[in-house]
């Protein structure tokens, strides 16, 4: 059964950390870009990060340059998203998911979808 769990997210102070994980099982994650998205309430889903399966080349939203990173062990079939510096408007329920093109910002461009992990940034 193919199948991708996050896990990770919590309740956060702003200026916490925090590091999601994407771990797949019934198919590797070798040959597939792996995405992050986040859906806050009333909000469309957008994409934060990707990492892609060539050559490890890594993607971020301006909104989270410099503060998110993402990697991926393919020894455990995991991806990571560490996420440092949070801001209250970072508060989402974050999801990853897997293409076989090249790294997107478009949601159903993905295949498979974990069932997310909340965020909250709050004080």
């Known amino acids: 059964q193919v199948q991708l769990v996050e896990s990770g997210g919590g309740l956060v102070q702003p200026g916490g950390s925090l590091r999601l994980s994407c771990a797949a099982s019934g198919f590797t994650l070798d040959y597939y870009a792996i995405g992050w998205f986040r859906q806050a309430p009333g909000k469309e889903r957008e994409g934060v990060s990707c990492?892609?399966?060539?050559?490890?080349?890594?993607y971020f939203a301006d909104s989270v340059k410099g503060r998110f990173t993402i990697s991926r062990d393919n020894a455990k079939n995991t991806v990571y998203l560490q996420m440092n510096s949070l801001k209250p408007e970072d508060t989402a329920i974050y999801y990853c998911a897997t293409t076989r093109e090249p790294c997107s910002w478009i949601p159903y461009e993905y295949d498979y979808w974990g069932q997310g992990t909340q965020v909250t940034v709050s004080s």
């Open positions: 990492i892609s399966s060539s050559d490890g080349s890594t």
